[in-house]
């Protein structure tokens, strides 16, 4: 499966942006989808997940309350609503396909999708 992430961009601290992942290649709702994020010479951390049929959810401690994860089979499309944005909450945000179920831990996810940059200005 390909992945392509999109909606990222420079924001004020506690605006709202809204990522999107779009897959093809593969049958998407056979997959839980994750996002990660990483800052330079950082580790990839992760953000959320959802389990193929959107009933499962899993988030950092660091978002949680603040973003939400969500999917439209139909449209082969995992979102991330981020709302309440912080300024350490910049970094480029991958999104990730698993077969298994949910993850939080990048080495979980087989396919990656190319990141997109979120700026969070204070």
């Known amino acids: 499966v390909q992945l392509q992430a999109s909606g990222g961009g420079l924001v004020q601290a506690g605006g709202s942006l809204r990522l999107s992942c779009t897959a093809s290649g593969g049958t998407f709702s056979t997959y839980s989808m994750g996002w990660f994020r990483q800052c330079p010479e950082k580790e990839r951390e992760f953000v959320a997940a959802?389990?193929?049929?959107?009933?499962?959810?899993d988030y950092a401690h660091s978002v949680k309350g603040r973003f939400t994860i969500s999917r439209d089979n139909a449209k082969n499309t995992v979102y991330l609503q981020m709302n309440s944005l912080k300024p350490e909450d910049t970094a480029v945000y991958y999104c990730?396909?698993?077969?298994?179920?949910?993850?939080?831990?990048?080495?979980?996810?087989?396919?990656w999708g190319q990141g997109t940059q979120v700026t969070v200005s204070s």
């Open positions: 959802i389990s193929w049929r959107g009933g499962s959810f």
């Open positions: 990730a396909a698993t077969r298994s179920g949910l993850s939080w831990s990048y080495t979980g996810y087989g396919y």
